[in-house]
Nanobody
Framework: QVRLIESGGGLVQAGGSLRVSCAAS????????MGWFRQAPGKEREFVAA????????GYATSVKGRFTISRDNAKNTVSLQMNSLKPEDTAVYYC????????????????WGQGTQVTVSS
């Protein structure tokens, strides 16, 4: 099965940048779509970004479009989320997720989840 481990979370000032990464184990990384979700205290987990099998198609939540960039390196079995122009409302635990087949934005479609990494944006 696929196991996911996030890294790169931390504290950053508003307007700054941060990059979170996810390492995937297994032999089928190139056959799974990847996504990032986040969950702030007291709120439901929400979609952030997704990327397809080959990495040539991406999708973003309206709230992060133009500021965040998702990418994947199939040779290294990793997916990353570059976050620029961060806002305090971006503060959340960020989760890496994977699903078989093409990408999607629905939480329930993802089969595998990482443990999450905390991102805190100060004002």
């Amino acid at each position: 099965q696929v196991r996911l481990i996030e890294s790169g979370g931390g504290l950053v000032q508003a307007g700054g940048s941060l990059r979170v990464s996810c390492a995937a184990s297994g032999r089928t990384f190139s056959s799974i779509a990847m996504g990032w979700f986040r969950q702030a205290p007291g709120k439901e987990r929400e979609f952030v970004a997704a990327i397809n099998l080959s990495g040539d198609s991406t999708g973003y939540a309206t709230s992060v479009k133009g500021r965040f960039t998702i990418s994947r390196d199939n040779a290294k079995n990793t997916v990353s989320l570059q976050m620029n122009s961060l806002k305090p409302e971006d503060t959340a635990v960020y989760y890496c997720a994977a699903k078989m087949g093409e990408s999607g934005i629905v939480l329930g479609e993802y089969n595998y989840w990482g443990q999450g990494t905390q991102v805190t944006v100060s004002s």
